[in-house]
Nanobody
Framework: VQPEESGGGLVQAGASLRLSCAAASGDTLEDYAVGWFRQAPGKEREFIAAITWSGGSTYYSDSLKDRFTISRDNAKNEVYLQMGSLNPEDTAVYYC???????????????WGQGTQVTVSS
């Protein structure tokens, strides 16, 4: 499966933004757990949230769980990351990744999207 992210952009501090992760044409995310990660310049890739293939279980970074929400719509073949109260420290490239099991470790994910840039201005 080839995930593809969309929905990034430039927003002001305090804004909300929703990112989407879809499968490339002909693929399906329905059978896969999906994780969202982000990477800021000079920093390691950071776990944000993950969701099982059914959507029945979700996992969050303790530091982000109050502002970010992961969800999925298998009928639309999409996974979402709703982000709120954004601040400049949230500026990063955001990635979705897919694999059979939802984990917090980026090394456990085999399939990665190209990323979408989120920039938060102060």
């Amino acid at each position: 499966v080839q995930p593809e992210e969309s929905g990034g952009g430039l927003v002001q501090a305090g804004a909300s933004l929703r990112l989407s992760c879809a499968a490339a044409s002909g693929d399906t995310l329905e059978d896969y757990a999906v994780g969202w990660f982000r990477q800021a310049p000079g920093k390691e890739r950071e776990f944000i949230a993950a969701i099982t293939w059914s959507g029945g279980s979700t996992y969050y970074s303790d530091s982000l769980k109050d502002r970010f929400t992961i969800s999925r719509d298998n009928a639309k073949n999409e996974v979402y990351l709703q982000m709120g109260s954004l601040n400049p420290e949230d500026t990063a490239v955001y990635y979705c990744a897919a694999d059979r099991i939802a984990t917090m470790n980026p090394r456990d994910y085999e399939y990665w999207g190209q990323g979408t840039q989120v920039t938060v201005s102060s």
